[in-house]
């Protein structure tokens, strides 16, 4: 960045730093009203709002936010306008996630039971502590449960365990290892690579949500933005059974049956081929990918009968992602979540080898890997697989201590499991947590953890946009709460480090000997409070590579298998396919009123849980919207209002994750259905991953109907007046009597009013022009 004598200045007098110059990505007009809270006034009263960035730890996407702060207390979340990931662009879940922190029913103190089956009652944090540790002292096996973290709190987590010699394992009911393990055998990158959707000339994605809920949506809305910009404004084709928020943006919705998403991907890989729509360079390099022969299965035909799409859409999509250069082709979410999910992955992703798509402007480019004091910089749910197995330990009485963080697992978990069976034979149970839930219902010692915006952290985000960032989480609010990397030190005496703000202090003073990034400052105080105002720390010129020796896919034969529902009784059979809440995410903000009552972008339904159909397969059943349905698996039942519309492939069933919550906050109590509880017991071929899009459901109506809470339709329509292209003078008749003789025609007429009075009288309308 390039500043002349008098812009430096101007920084430098209105800076509450003016010896820190920022450096690699600009300095935005806004950036000078962030502050770094160092020694904090507990209450403004000067009627003067400040501005505190930080960033948004245990949400996906690591997005750099700042606070707005009147008078001690925080009133608004918005972007970061210099962070990396949002440059300043929002979404409504921020909005909802400043409820977290003054909601009337949060976990104030810690609640410890004496016996289990007992009652949670109200301790001191000295007590709490010793109980802690004397769980910790008995010498048995302990495991740690949290949800997917990076930077220091993962670090300090990881350490945690491995110094009471026990277990890490992380806990996402939908992401689980598929999507980084893809990334991995193909790109050989540990790390989620930067999608260039920017400067991509045409986009092909596969079930990812990506611009609602996936990955990094916020990011990503960023880049639509820019690829829509572009002077033919791009072509986008997403591939997905549901008409989901970026199904609706795209130019063309492909309505693939579901699992056969990688068929449609390798149909689309022959056409190119046959066609030689690509280079002979690029051919061969997919050649070496493929084992000899595989595209031999994916005629045009046969891809058109299995996927259910007709094949001159298939070409269509061949062509135009061949064709409008630099194209970019990825997928997840429902596309990973079949028994085939990393068959499915490998073959989207292998589109990008074919198109030359791989380590070029507007295609997959790598991230780096993380060097700051071993922090991790990735970072994915465990396999279901996994949790068998760790779950058939604590059944067996086999661990003594579990600590879970971050997660609802007895919410999250499907029933086939038995959570709440194995965490009864666990003699010490210790959850953190801010509102009591499903979870804490089955501990033996619940700590009130802090919300992201009382506590220190750090996060590398996942993905990063091509370069390194680390962002900084600091508290922008006074609290007496504590957090739960902070107590983990506490409890096991400084053995780790001794608080998370020292730690992460000694990283920062570790970027500043490096002498590069975005800051730069005399002195480490002020470089610290640099990186504080700028809400983290980012090398623009550390980036990643991709060598173009892509690992062969070898494995060709998955094919989806689903569980048989038909013994359940009487009803009609779908494919139950989940996807997560826009504003509620897996349940995360199910607690605050403001994600409960935010529209869904589709159906626009809050506060309950719907169920999607395709209208004409409901209209046959005699299915209406609001009629109670009956949604039976093998794993168990729960009810969803009936919700038919068009954008639904016929055959599947489509309900939001979220609801179902048995505790979680006066707004969240027993508020709708839980649509993880009956997940069949389906899991991914190669990786064990929970296939959480792969179960057969049994639909049948209760005789039940109630009002299905929407904003769509809530209007009545009223009718519009059509234009009048004409306008029609009589002699002698100005403009302006003319249009207001023709309004009241034409409104009567179309009101079948012919004889109303009009108020205007007309000279000589037998004579008349038109001009």
């Known amino acids: 960045m390039k500043l002349n004598r008098r812009e430096f200045l101007s920084l430098a007098g209105k800076s509450a730093a003016g010896a820190v110059i920022f450096a690699a990505c600009g300095l935005p007009e806004k950036e000078l009203i962030v502050q770094s809270p160092v020694e904090m006034p507990e209450d403004l009263v000067k009627g003067e709002d400040q501005w505190y960035a930080t960033t948004m730890g245990d949400f996906p996407g690591g997005d ?4 707005r702060i009147m008078e001690g207390r925080a009133k608004k979340i918005e972007g970061n306008p210099d962070h990396p990931i949002t440059q300043g662009k929002s979404n409504a879940r921020y909005d909802s996630a400043l409820q977290m922190l003054y909601h009337p029913d949060r976990i104030r103190e810690p609640l410890s039971r004496y016996s289990k089956g007992g009652n949670l009652n109200g301790i001191s944090w000295t007590r709490a502590i010793k109980e802690f540790k004397d769980a910790l002292n008995t010498g048995g096996n302990m495991t740690l449960v949290t949800n997917p973290l990076r930077g220091h709190p993962g670090s300090i987590a990881s350490k945690f365990a491995s110094h009471y010699g026990g277990v890490h394992i992380n806990f996402d009911p939908i992401e689980q290892g598929i999507l ?8 050989d990158q540990k790390s989620l690579p930067h999608l260039d959707i920017g400067n991509a000339k045409s986009i ?104 259910g799409l007709p094949e001159e859409k298939i070409k269509k999509a061949a062509h135009i992602i061949s064709e409008k250069t630099p194209a970019i082709v990825f997928g997840g979410g429902s596309t990973e979540a079949h028994t085939n999910g990393s068959f499915n992955l490998r073959a989207v992703y292998g589109l990008n080898i074919l198109l030359g798509s791989v380590g070029v402007t507007g295609g997959v480019l790598p991230n780096p890997s993380s060097e700051i004091d071993d922090l991790p910089a990735s970072s994915s749910g465990a396999s279901m697989k996994e949790w068998e197995e760790e779950l058939s330990h604590w059944r067996a009485g086999n661990v003594d201590t579990v600590i879970i963080r971050g997660v609802d697992l007895a919410h999250g978990l499907p029933n086939f499991l038995g959570i709440a069976e194995a965490l009864n034979n666990v003699k010490n149970v210790i959850v953190f947590s801010t509102f009591e839930d499903d979870t804490t219902e089955l501990a033996d010692l619940v700590l009130p953890d802090s919300t992201f915006l009382e506590s220190w952290g750090t996060d590398i985000p996942e993905p990063a946009p091509g370069y390194l960032v680390l962002s900084v989480q ?21 053995a780790i480090g001794s608080t998370q703000e020292n730690m992460i202090t000694s990283t920062i003073t570790t970027l500043q000997k490096t002498g590069t990034g975005s800051v730069k400052a005399s002195n480490s105080r002020l470089y610290k409070k640099g990186i504080q105002q700028r809400g983290g720390w980012w090398n623009t010129n550390y980036s990643g590579n991709i060598s173009g020796s892509y690992r062969e896919s070898s494995k060709t034969g998955e094919i989806s298998t689903f569980s048989k529902t038909n013994s359940l009784g009487e009803g009609t059979e779908f494919h139950l396919i989940p ?29 309950v849980t719907w169920a999607e159909l395709n209208k004409s397969e409901a209209d046959e059943l005699n299915i209406d919207e609001g009629d109670i349905l009956l949604i039976k698996s093998t794993s168990g039942e729960i009810e969803a209002l009936a919700y038919p519309h068009p954008g639904v492939q016929p055959g599947t069933i489509c309900i939001p994750t979220g609801q179902g919550n048995s505790k979680k906050g006066r707004y969240a109590e027993n508020r709708g259905s839980n649509v993880f509880a009956i997940l069949a017991d389906k899991k991914d071929s190669e990786t064990g991953a929970l296939a959480w899009a792969a179960t057969k459901v ?32 009589g002699s002698g008749e100005t403009a302006d009597e003319a249009i207001t003789a023709n309004h009241h025609i034409y409104q009567n007429q179309f009101l079948n009013n012919s004889h109303a009075d009009t108020g205007v009288s007309h000279k000589d309308d037998e004579t008349k022009t038109d001009h």
């Open 64 to 67: 750099g936010i700042i606070v």
């Open 180 to 187: 980084h393990k893809t990334v991995e055998n193909i790109f």
């Open 204 to 307: 092909m994605s596969f079930g990812a949500d990506w611009l609602s809920t996936w990955v990094s949506p916020v990011q990503y809305s960023r880049f639509y933005g820019s690829f829509r910009s572009q002077s033919d404004r791009g072509y986008f084709i997403h591939v997905d059974p549901r008409m989901s928020m970026t199904a609706a943006n795209a130019d063309l919705w492909l309505p693939v049956k579901p699992s056969y998403e990688g068929d449609l991907a390798l149909g689309i890989a022959r056409i190119i081929v046959e066609e030689k729509l690509t280079s002979e360079i690029n051919i061969e390099a997919y050649k070496k990918y493929l084992s000899p022969g595989f595209l031999n299965g994916y005629q045009l035909r046969d891809v058109s009968h299995r996927t």
């Open 474 to 494: 600091q508290p922008v609010v006074v609290s007496n709460s504590r957090g739960f990397a902070d107590v983990l030190l506490e409890v096991s005496e400084e």
């Open 579 to 607: 996807f997560v809440s826009n504003s509620l995410l897996n349940g995360q903000l199910a607690p605050t009123p403001w994600a409960q009552q935010n529209p869904d972008p589709m159906s626009t339904v809050a506060w």
């Open 698 to 729: 049994v639909v049948q109506r209760s005789g039940r109907n109630k009002k299905v809470a929407k904003f769509e339709g809530t209007v009545e329509a009223r009718p519009i007046e059509p234009g009048v292209p004409v306008l029609v003078l």
